[in-house]
């Protein structure tokens, strides 16, 4: 805006100033029902959902899968929308970053007069976008499970097996993101590519003896999972010593 | 210049006003708060201020979507009272954490109740500042003279996503810790400046007992100091610059003027 457009401006603000009423009463009415309406809905929400609270935090056994409070999902939800693991760091911070910068920037890269949402296409399409895709990363981190369950079909071979060993398998597929492990690890497009290592084809690098040494006695930051019962962990062991190449290319 | 009304009360009743009606314990009530007002005004000189901030008067056209900043401002002044009363009782160690929790929501009278408006009361919290923000947003309110009250605004959104971040981890349940390790995990992921990140928010290599105390004043110190600055202000700027009119209510196309141009 230039200084015409600006004295412009005030020219006209303070014409629909004079022409406009006076805050008290008539705002502050407007203003006083709103609020009975916010107060109102904080009241009623705590007497219909409370403040409940969990089992106790218990660093050793994560049977609770992570998950944020709602308006959080959209971070969340950019961890498997993104897909390659290198860029996802990107994605996560870079993504929130970038539009808060954008957002912060905004009256200096947009400079025209103008204010009607209808004659600023530019601004109101990237407006409406923006809640769009936050909407629907929000409505996916709500409706998608991750990383609450393990998406990957079973391998052909171990379907053929079948009996106790496929049932194993079924039952280790159970355990693992119930026990929080995708929190760290990455199986398959589940999960979160960090801290922990991916672990798609770890029985390529590990054998089963080394998983459960792992599981019992890790490397700080992951919890030890020794105190798991017993045919848990055996679950978990068993289904990460199926995680090969050979079977990932079977599918 | 605004000329103002007189203060009602500070000036004394007026000579030879019919002396008819005994004075009612309701006048000699009235009386004394309009001496203590110009008690207050003689040495403050506020009552300028007041009645300038009550009687100025707003565009025309200002409607519903215009009470969504005070709004955010009730349900943060809402959020302000109950952490002052969730705080008496709240152990931030983590030993006592989740105990103090239990014990809020059992033992303490209307804990639980009290507990959850904070709870749900963030979530309207989160919900009101962006409907600010969009309206502000599609009402390009942003612009001159306003960019400062923009910017921060943006500031506002910020802390109070941290806020909400910082708080979620406090009550110390399953749910709480390890959605907050995955946080703290996600900012740490970031190129750079995220190990540093990570290191600060975790108090240290391990994500554990520090962290919780960490997440603890931030939370209910420091984040509170600068958003109560922060909304001060805003609320200043918005006084001094008067609200917009909608961007749809211009003077040009009121009847009136155009029928003087006539
Ligand atoms: C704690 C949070 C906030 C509080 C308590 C608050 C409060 C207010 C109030 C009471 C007004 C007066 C007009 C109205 O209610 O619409 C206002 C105006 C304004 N706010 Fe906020 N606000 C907050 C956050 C924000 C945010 C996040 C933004 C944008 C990024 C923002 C930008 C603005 C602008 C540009 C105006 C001037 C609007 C106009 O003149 O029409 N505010 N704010």
Redesign the pocket.
């Known amino acids: 805006m230039n200084r015409r457009e600006k004295e412009q401006y005030l020219r006209e603000y303070a014409v629909l100033k004079s022409k406009g009423k006076p805050f008290f009463p008539y705002v502050v009415a407007k203003d006083g029902g709103m609020v009975i309406v916010v107060i109102g809905t904080i009241l009623t929400l705590s007497y219909l959902l409370g403040g409940t609270i969990a089992s106790k935090a218990d660093p050793t056994t994560t049977t609770w899968v992570p998950r944020p409070e709602w308006y959080y999902y959209f971070v969340f939800e950019l961890l498997r929308v993104v897909k390659p693991s290198s860029i996802t760091p990107l994605a996560t911070v870079g993504i929130p970053t970038i539009a808060l910068l954008l957002?912060l920037l905004l009256p200096f890269y947009d400079r025209s007069p103008e204010r009607h949402p209808l004659r600023r296409p530019v601004a109101t399409t990237a407006g409406v976008l923006t809640i769009l895709a936050m909407a629907y990363l929000t409505w996916m981190g709500a409706e998608g499970g991750a990383p609450s369950s393990i998406d990957m079909k079973t391998p052909p071979s171990i379907v053929k097996e079948g009996g106790a060993q496929l049932a194993l398998y079924e039952y280790g597929k159970e355990v693992i993101p119930s026990s929080g492990c995708l929190a760290c690890h990455k199986i398959g497009e589940n999960g979160n590519p960090g801290p922990g290592p991916n672990l798609t084809r770890i029985a390529d690098r590990l054998p089963e003896a080394g998983i459960a040494q792992t599981l019992r006695n890790p490397t700080a930051p992951m919890p030890s999972f020794k105190n798991l019962p017993p045919q848990q962990f055996k679950a978990v062991v068993n289904y990460l010593s199926t995680l090969t190449k050979e079977h990932e290319e079977e599918k | 210049m605004l000329k103002l009304p007189s203060v009602p009360g500070a000036t004394p009743p007026r000579p030879g006003t019919p002396a008819a009606e005994p004075k009612t314990k309701l006048d000699n009530a009235a009386e004394a708060a309009t001496a203590a007002l110009g008690w207050l005004d003689e040495r403050t000189a506020l009552s300028g201020t007041a009645r300038f901030v009550m009687f100025r008067k707003v565009p025309k056209g200002t409607n519903w979507f215009?009470?969504?900043?005070?709004s955010?401002?009730f349900a943060?002044m809402s959020q302000v009272i109950t952490g002052v009363i969730l705080a008496m009782f709240y152990d931030p160690s983590p030993n006592r954490a989740y105990e103090s929790m239990r014990y809020i929501n059992n033992d303490v009278w209307a804990g639980q109740f009290v507990h959850g408006m904070h709870r749900w009361g963030a979530t309207v919290m989160v919900i009101f500042?962006f409907l600010?923000?969009g309206?502000?947003f599609f009402?390009g309110?942003?612009k001159y003279p306003?960019e400062l009250?923009?910017v921060i605004?943006?500031l506002?959104?910020l802390l109070?996503m941290i806020m909400a971040f910082t708080g979620y981890l406090l009550p110390w349940d399953q749910r709480a810790y390890w959605a907050t390790a995955v946080g703290v995990n996600i900012f740490a992921s970031a190129p750079i400046a995220g190990p540093y990140l990570g290191d600060f928010l975790r108090a240290g290599p391990d994500f554990g007992a520090t962290t919780l105390s960490r997440f603890y004043s931030i939370h209910m110190l420091v984040l509170p100091g600068l958003?109560m600055g922060l909304?001060g202000a805003?609320?200043y700027l918005?006084i001094k610059?008067g609200?917009?009119a909608p961007p749809w209510v211009t003077a040009e196309l009121d009847e009136e003027l155009r029928s003087e141009e006539v």
């Open positions: 957002l | 215009y009470t969504l900043g005070t955010t401002m943060f500042i600010h923000m309206r502000t009402f309110a942003y306003r009250n923009w605004g943006v506002l959104v109070v958003i909304i805003h609320l918005v610059h609200t917009t």
